[in-house]
């Protein structure tokens, strides 16, 4: 069995275009996995195997990929550590990734671009990652580009993120004069030539001109590991530098319990720095056995107490993060955190209660295979023949079943609808549909009734669109597709006090129920998880008996799902049952779930009903010369100016505006800027439409149900 010390689960995380694609590919070359660099330019990287990712430059799935590290000098050659790496999406519609990712990982590298400093994404990413608790490296990258500054970046980490950069190295020279970086702890200057073989550097000593800089950098640096250890802390005070490896303990000790972060940098592109950052995940990352052990939870999702300790001895303790289609079937990549898989067992998926027998173990490198016969806890690996399992799913010995925490993902606000060509269309378009669904679970299908269509629901424009391509493409779907819908919300702003009596005799026993209630605009504290349903019963006496109160609950909650202004669905409301009536043979469960359906129909209109529409947040970068027009424009948006601040390279504006005005932003944005404006979008809550839009999102509900009846 391996050593588990020498695992490292880690993610490489950032904006888009912060070169974290590139920096993976570089390290699998540093670890012997790939002999001929990718570049993502040319739509060739190692991890990016998707036909869309490699159009696009940008990562869409999170590849894992399995490679081993000895050291930048050979340090570990007899014992190398097992890398196994999660290259993440940078772009904003794929955080779901990020989010899956991070919750397998034990540890993360924070790749930021030298010029362009602490970007949207990267603030949302690093906002994930403290909420998983992760550690994490900082990597800022591109330093040979014009106008990369590695001091200001460090700022930023400090100022946007409020996180504690510990700076590792110092760069040598900048932009186009790049030579390498100085290792604070050594005080070794590594220095490459232009060739761009990573392997092609020596030590020098710290060049004249920085000496001061790096004592200066270099004392801060051993102040604040220092302050991770009494003893150290006390020696150093009294005079004495703790040895290097005291040092390399206590910043260790520091990075795992989130004081703070590792920094260093280099270029990625031009193979200057990667080294000292791989020789970083070693030093300081945790190992599996270093992180807290997940929670194992019951049925409703509440922790036991237990804990999956990461051990080989202990049960089989599984999660299934990703779903895969490929060339060889589905792949289930899987984190074993207790116990090990072998090659043809059977396991339990405790979700279903199904047992699953594995058919073959996978590691993973990219696109490219190992088959082995057996896994341990620690281990990152895809898992072929599974046929029930999907995404968050626990697998566990059949003996001692277990459930480990769930993935929750966020509720698509965005849809289109696809009319498939003719019938084999439909056909294709059913199981290319049943797969991408249980690839990604943010992706969600259902099919209108009336009109036939399948309705695609999705976080994003750029997430739709790549669906649509990948329907298209990947699976050979011809078919018509719609204009995105956005996914409104109905509530009411009132609390009704009504009654309502079902009665119906036609021969035989009949139907009876009476029910009185109050229908309230359900408020929930922040801090809360949300809840768009409440139910409550104040009935005394048997005037409604307790058998028949989950039948009332059943028929509001059903009818929840079409609203009575434009039949979106209807949220936060809570249901009070306080009397009512029944009849000794006439009343049934089924008599009092018509009941409760008829008295939302009744009711609702008389609660001031009113139509939600989705807020998102948004964060966009354009120069000063362009910032009068990209606000004037988001104001006609009906956007809300959050704040505006400098960044690296121009201004950088947050906002919150409704989904529905940001259909195409991209392309204008582009307009106003010439090509230089970004931004990123995220949901953020549902608020009242204002009065006009509510009429057309009602009068164009209403248009689309005459059209379908014709």
């Known amino acids: 069995m391996t050593d588990l010390s020498k695992y490292r689960n880690i993610g490489i995380f950032a904006h888009v275009d912060a070169g974290k694609t590139t920096t993976t590919e570089r390290i699998l070359k540093l670890t012997g996995k790939i002999h001929k660099l990718g570049e993502v330019h040319d739509g060739a990287a190692t991890t990016d195997f998707m036909e869309q990712e ?155 001109d920085m000496k001061d800089k790096v004592e200066e950098y270099r004392e801060q640096l051993i102040e604040t590991a220092v302050e991770q250890d009494d003893e150290a802390m006390e020696a150093y005070l009294e005079g004495n530098e703790p040895d290097i490896d005291t040092i390399k303990k206590c910043i260790r000790k520091g990075t795992i319990n989130l004081s703070f972060f590792p920094t260093y940098c280099g270029s990625s592109f031009k193979n200057k720095g990667v080294q000292l950052v791989l020789d970083a995940v070693v030093d300081y990352l945790p190992s599996p056995t270093e992180v807290e052990p997940q929670d194992e939870v019951d049925a409703e999702g509440h922790p036991t107490g237990e804990k999956a300790v990461v051990s080989v001895d202990e049960p089989l303790r599984a999660l299934a993060f990703k779903i895969m289609d490929d060339k060889y079937g589905a792949l289930t990549f899987t984190r074993i955190y207790s116990g090990k898989v072998q090659k043809g067992m059977t396991v339990l998926n405790s979700f279903t209660g199904k047992t699953e027998r594995i058919g073959r173990i996978i590691e993973m490198h990219a696109d490219d295979r190992n088959e082995i016969d057996s896994a341990q806890a620690g281990d990152i690996v895809a898992l072929l023949g599974m046929k029930t399992v999907q995404t968050g799913h626990t697998l566990c010995d ?214 939600l529409e989705p807020i998102m947040k948004l964060d966009v970068f354009c120069g000063e010369e362009n910032m009068g027009d990209v606000i004037g424009d988001l104001n006609r948006r009906r956007g809300m100016i959050k704040s505006q601040e400098p960044a690296n390279t121009g201004i950088r504006i947050k906002a919150d505006a409704p989904l529905s005005e940001m259909f195409g932003y991209i392309g204008d944005l582009r307009t106003m800027t010439s090509g230089r404006g970004q931004f990123s979008m995220e949901f953020s809550h549902y608020a009242p439409c204002p009065k006009n839009v509510a009429e057309q999102v009602i009068k164009e509900a209403l248009e689309r149900e005459e059209a379908k009846k014709k």
């Open 54 to 208: 490699q159009e696009r430059g940008i990562t869409i799935q999170s590849a894992a990929t399995t490679c081993f590290w000895p050291g930048s000098e050979q340090q570990h050659a007899k014992a190398p550590y097992r890398f196994n790496i999660i290259d993440t999406p940078g772009h904003v519609d794929f955080t779901v990734e990020v989010y899956r990712s991070l919750k397998v990982l034990d540890g993360g590298i924070g790749v930021f671009c030298g010029s362009g400093g602490v970007e949207p994404q990267s603030e949302t990413n690093w906002r994930y990652a403290n909420d998983s608790e992760v550690a994490r490296l900082i990597y800022v990258n591109k330093l040979d580009r014009i106008g990369a500054d590695f001091y200001k970046v460090v700022d930023q980490v400090k100022n946007v993120l409020g996180a504690t950069p510990l700076v590792m190295v110092l760069p040598i020279g900048t932009e186009s004069d790049l030579k390498g970086v100085v290792d604070l702890l050594t005080r070794e200057a590594w220095v490459w030539d232009e060739s761009g073989d990573p392997l092609n550097y020596e030590k020098q000593p710290v060049p004249e």
């Open 398 to 611: 059949p003996n001692d079943p277990a459930t480990l925490e769930p993935m929750v993902f966020p509720d698509p606000v965005i849809s289109i609808a696809v009319k498939p060509k003719d019938k084999g269309q439909a056909e294709k378009l059913g199981v290319a549909i049943g797969k991408m669904v249980a690839e990604d679970p943010s992706f969600q299908v259902e099919t209108d009734e009336d009109s036939g269509e399948t309705i695609l629901k999705g976080m994003g424009e750029l997430h739709l669109d790549i669906k649509v391509d990948i329907l298209k493409r990947t699976y050979g779907v011809e078919a018509e597709i719609g204009k995105p819908q956005v996914a409104y919300r109905e509530t009411i702003t009132v609390p009704v006090t009504d009654s309502y009596t079902h009665k119906k005799q036609s021969g035989g026993s009949g139907q009876f129920a009476k029910i009185d209630y109050t229908i309230e605009p359900l408020v929930q504290d922040e801090e809360e998880d949300k809840k768009n349903f409440v139910f409550e019963s104040k009935v005394v006496g048997g005037n409604v008996p307790r058998e028949f109160w989950p039948a009332v609950e059943k028929g509001f909650k059903n009818s929840l799902e079409k609203g009575v202004l434009a039949g979106y669905p209807t949220v936060d409301i809570k249901v009070t049952l306080s009397d009512g009536a029944f009849h000794a043979v006439d009343s049934s469960a089924v008599a009092f779930e018509i009941a409760s359906k008829a008295a939302y129909r009744q009711s609702m209109p008389k609660g001031n009903p009113d139509i």
